[in-house]
């Protein structure tokens, strides 16, 4: 504290030391004509979209309806629990690539390429006409139906979405783990702790600081992604908005609606995202970064101890 | 006082086409100071590596407490040990590394408490209790709390012997624990490196601190090329070396 008010002294009292350099700093006229020019066609943008042949009235109108909100809330089902797969599957398929056993190594590798190599929307199909190839399903005295009522539209749309994600987030678990210092491995070892105790304990750990942020990435990305399934008669948010588009005529205001919705999801899971990285920087960085709030709590003292100051 | 806690017959490494260890004949007493010195690529950290089966050892035989390290002998046949099997023996020799090796996502604390809690199953309050008495007696008491990234080079080495310690090991090695750290916070480690000795611990050292092994060393070998050049008391080796290469390598780093 005491430091801040050194520093904040009013500029008219001289500092002890050598006089401060007091120079005329460089003009960036640059800067001015850029932002002049790009307010410029946004103004052109807005007025664009406001003189068209557009029902503005119609987006808050159903902006908070009841079909728009069941879409919202299925959007984040399916992102959270395909995520959920593609994480688990993420890890464990890292981990089988990254084995010693030449197997699970191979089953791996063949694993990503597949999955990696084709469309998620043929991925989404194959999965809704599997039935061409299983009739039933039999899984013994567990389970046994036909196929057709088995897969049901959301196993289709959670399978195709999570098997794919699982595929993408193995290459990044797998990176997270090859950035891990080796020599903790053998610290670990060194202690006793078997192969399964030091990945668990100490490099996946370690790892989460590399795999959280393209994580984050592809959560945003999945999240965008589940209006593919559409496509496999599952009933999302981009879904129920065409519905509701065609129903009520406003068919292009209801693609805004959406893709409002989506931006207002996407920018949410942003903040979730650098709690999470902030949560998985202990110990790396010496303090740990303020968050958003915590730095606006700390300019509010600031100017009100600057305040106390002058009064 | 005479049972060998390490006996080394005819120890051979190689990685790959390079031979780094060619016949090491050595033994390390219960309760003694042995301390490894030699130039940068000698073989030293090699062979200390090999003592808990980090590195496999490709010919010889090298048993640790009278057990071979890493495999069972059974007749004349020798099976490869478990990874479970060889991570149980581990638990008996702690480690020390020249790079520390802290944990970084755990507080000092929790660095000492790991391996008693997870890999003994000691409780966490017992280990607890445990973990303070070992960071006060290498002088860190105070910083139970910090990550290491906010300590020194010579407080996280002292924490990474904190570490080892709580396993209770027979067997301590040291891989030039002070060769990573400022020259003013080596007297740190090595007054607890000291304080260990004292206690009676086995601690078999690889270093170039010269004045630790002339002090506190019981025994010291002199390794170049991958096999023993020189061996015998420390203070002797070391004030009157006998070979011709320890005599140019002493001469340099005196």
Known sequence: MTDIKKTDRPADTPPAGPEAIRAVPVRHYGRYVAAIVALGILGL????????????????????????LTGVRETL????????????????LAVMR????????SIAWFYIWFFRGTPVLVQLFVWFNLGFVFEYINLGPVYKDEWSDFMTPFLTALLGLGLNEAAYMAEICRAGLLAVDEGQTEAAHALGMSHSKTLRRIVIPQAMRVIVPPTGNEVINMLKTTSLVAAVQYYELL???QDIGTTSGATVEMLFLAAAWYLILTSVLSVGQYYIERYYARGSSRQLPPTPWQRVRTHLTSLSSRKGVAA | MTTAMVKAEGVHKSFGHVQVLKGIDLEVKSGEVFCLIGPSGSGKSTFLRCINHLEKVNAGRLYVDGELVGYRQKGDKLYELKDSEVALKRRDIGMVFQRFNLFPHMTALENVIEAPVQVKGVSKAQARERAMQLLDRVGLGDKAGSYPSQLSGGQQQ??????ALAMDPKLMLFDEPTSALDPELVGDVLDVMRDLAESGMTMVVVTHEMGFAREVGDSLVFMDGGVVVESGNPREVLTNPQHERTQSFLSKVL
């Open chain 1, 239 to 241: 879904r129920f908005a």
């Open chain 1, 98 to 105: 990254l084995s010693k056993n030449p197997v699970t190594s």
């Open chain 1, 77 to 92: 089902l399916l992102t959270v629990l395909s995520m959920l797969i593609g994480i688990v599957g993420g890890v464990v």
């Open chain 1, 45 to 68: 943008l807005i007025w664009a979209f406001a003189n068209g042949d557009i029902n503005w009235g119609a987006i808050p109108d159903y902006f908070f309806n009841d079909r728009i």
């Open chain 2, 158 to 163: 002292r924490v990474a012997i904190a570490r």
